[in-house]
């Protein structure tokens, strides 16, 4: 089961974000402050919440400037929406489903209304079973169990029962247990010979199992539905934990500063021992000198504690040093040793020359590393394994290098546990992440925050960080390869490294790790940036689409002077059949049509199959009209390769790529 979209209203300072949807792996949030960034997080909590967070409140979750409607009753707190979560169902959830409805495209739909209620239902159900579907058969049902009884028990019986009851009383719940209870009790009374009775008997219960069936399927897929876990940059790991004052607090619930005992309480989940078991372990007395048996007892209890305090210091040391990359002899963190001393449970860390200082002298960025590691790693573990995890602007504290390096990290965790996260850092996107990116904005009060899927907004500041992140990146990647291939757009860019990256992936030759791939907006730009590589002796060549605007960057004197014909590659070349105006999109033309058709919509097989040597993109945009985009196409094509291989294209387009890849590689030998 996995989150596919969602959208949450009526919370805060939001009123409707809209539909957006949300990748597999990693999903990224940015925008400025006060867009509403951290009440889509808390929103989305609220999907399948922690036992400890709190139920939603009216007075508190309710946009304040709408509050009067509930607070005069125009607005029932029970039928408003707060967030909705759409779940693609697998295999294995299907099967749950009753027969006829456990198709692939069946999703699962998670709502949390704002009195804290819960409802769920899936695309593809039954229909709601309602009284008046029922109330025909059920008089001939009842009338042919009484024939010839005067005194007519069964139709009494059911009198009795619908009492009460509209067309639109709904046949489930308890109804529907009556109704069943009335139909078997009375199987007796059924005609066997009577074949249309069997029948008509026989489909009244199956009308009405086959929806309860549908909702006992609903609970145990809700059951299924991962734990939403919120983290905060608040959580700390403090270096001097008093064991026996934290056992006490926890014991009776005297919590002073939840944040200070909850990061603490982490650390103690992760070593596998409460704070009283740990408390009570450094009160061990010593046993008389002739006990034996006491003696052993007390050094396997010591021997216990230490050695789990080892392999949790081992653990977090090896996490912290792939982000930290601790230089020798330069005073970085080395080694992160937890120590039992008695009541105190010390954090302290341990530099490359062997000197040991408490946490907390460390620097602020490394503490919430440190704390990061802590809290994940025991509340991704047990009941809260598989969970989703919600990351408030992580890393705050962390050098811009430190937060490149710990966004890989977040790559690398949310395999287990997919990761929604809020930045303001463009060092916690990636230059290939922009298709992960969701903008939050909220330019008008009255509208509140909205959650834009495409990479647009009418607020600057919400793009900052993107591009912010593409300068950086285009600014690391100019002069620090030796090799690059300059290309037209972003699109371009993003279809050449997937493709490549599927190659790899699958063992096949893909684009050369030496080789940088640069977007240059425009075909028209691609001559700027060759000439300031190229002046830079650095070995350049282009990708250019086969089109207009193409031909007139690819016919440019000084563009051939720079680079030589042979570094000037174009699409036209590598599609089978031939198109003579190929867009890159046209290397991939079997699988971009498909993609179109499921994800937006557009389905242009007729129309490519009548115009074959026609570019797919002007195919495309005459049917869709303003429907399409090709940046949503170049985004869908992201996200299939990440569940595809090389053997899902076509064997014109794995023969094409192919040619392309190594021709690449080839001219920037």
């Not at 946009?63 to 029970?78: E, F, Q, S």
């Amino acid at each position: 089961m996995k989150l596919f979209k969602a959208q949450v209203q009526n919370y805060r300072s939001i009123r409707d974000t809209g539909e957006f949807e949300i990748e597999g792996i990693k999903t990224i949030l940015v925008g400025p402050n006060e867009a509403g960034k951290t009440a889509v997080l808390q929103a989305l909590q609220r999907l399948k919440p922690p036992a400890t967070v709190r139920p939603l409140n009216p007075l508190r979750d309710y946009p304040r400037a709408l509050y009067n409607d509930i607070a005069t009753g125009k607005v029932k707190p029970g039928s408003v929406k707060v967030v909705i979560g759409q779940f693609a169902l697998d295999s294995d959830d299907l099967a749950l489903l009753p027969d006829g409805f456990g198709s692939a495209g069946n999703v699962f739909v998670v709502t949390r209304y704002l009195d804290d209620a819960l409802r769920y239902h899936c695309t593809s159900a039954p229909a709601t079973p309602y009284y008046k579907d029922f109330k025909i058969d059920l008089a001939r049902m009842a009338a042919h169990m009484d024939r010839g009884d005067i005194a007519k028990p069964a139709t009494a019986a059911l009198t009795q029962l619908v009492s009460g009851w509209a067309d639109y009383t709904s046949v489930t719940g308890t109804p529907a247990t009556s109704l069943i209870s009335w139909l078997e009790n009375n199987i007796a009374l059924v005609d066997e010979d009577d074949a249309r009775e069997t029948k008509r008997h026989e489909d009244l219960i199956a009308k009405i199992e086959v929806y309860r069936a549908y909702q006992q399927a609903c609970a145990e897929l809700y059951k299924r539905v991962p734990k939403f876990i919120l983290f905060s940059n608040i959580f700390r790991v403090r270096p001097n934990i008093h064991l026996e004052h934290l056992a006490a607090r926890l014991e009776n619930n005297d919590l002073d500063d939840e944040q200070y005992d909850y990061g603490n309480s982490c650390l103690l989940k992760l070593l596998g021992f409460t704070a009283r078991q740990l408390s009570d372990l450094g009160k061990v007395s010593s046993p008389a000198s002739h006990d034996q048996a006491g003696l052993d007892r007390v050094r396997e209890q010591l021997d216990s504690r230490n050695y789990q305090l080892n392999a949790a210091s081992v653990r977090l040391s090896r996490e912290i040093k792939e982000i930290w990359n601790p230089d020798e002899g330069k005073g970085e963190a080395s080694k992160l040793r937890l120590i039992a001393d008695g009541q105190y449970l010390k954090v302290v860390v341990e530099d490359s020359v062997g000197v040991e200082v408490e946490l907390d002298q460390r620097s602020e960025g490394f503490q919430w590393l440190v704390s990061f590691f802590v809290v994940f790693f025991s509340e991704a573990e047990g009941e809260h394994a598989n969970s989703i995890l919600l990351l408030d602007e992580p890393g705050v504290s962390l050098h811009a290098i430190k937060q490149r390096d710990f966004r890989n990290t977040i790559s690398r965790l949310a395999t287990k546990n997919p990761t929604i996260y809020t930045t303001h850092s463009p060092f916690l996107v990636g230059p290939d992440e922009l298709d992960i990116v969701r903008v939050v904005e909220m330019t008008d009060r009255e509208v509140g925050t909205k959650v834009h899927t495409s990479v647009t907004s009418s607020d600057p500041a919400a793009l900052l960080p993107l591009q912010e992140a593409l300068g950086y990146d285009l600014a690391q990647s100019l002069f620090a390869s030796q090799r690059n291939l300059i290309c037209e757009g972003l699109t371009d860019y993003w279809y050449v490294e997937a493709t490549s990256q599927m190659f790899v992936a699958d063992g096949l030759t893909g684009l050369s790790e030496k080789i940088a791939i640069v977007p240059s907006n425009t075909a028209s730009k691609v001559v700027y940036f060759a000439t300031i590589l190229t002046a830079h002796n650095l070995k350049v060549a282009a990708l250019l689409d086969s089109d207009n605007a193409g031909d007139q960057a690819a016919s440019q004197e000084i563009l051939v002077h720079r680079l030589g014909a042979k570094r000037i590659l174009r699409t036209a070349d590598y599609t089978a059949p031939k198109i003579p105006k190929a867009e890159i999109e046209d290397l991939l033309r079997d699988t971009l049509i498909a993609i179109s058709a499921k994800e937006l919509g557009i389905d242009v097989t007729a129309e490519a199959a009548a115009s074959p040597t026609s570019p797919l993109v002007d195919i495309l945009a005459t049917k869709g009209g303003s429907a399409f985009s090709k940046y949503k196409l170049a985004k869908a094509y992201m996200r299939w390769t990440r569940e595809h291989g090389s053997a899902d294209l076509s064997e014109a387009e794995r023969s094409g790529w192919t040619k392309l890849l190594a021709a690449i590689n080839s001219s920037l030998k």
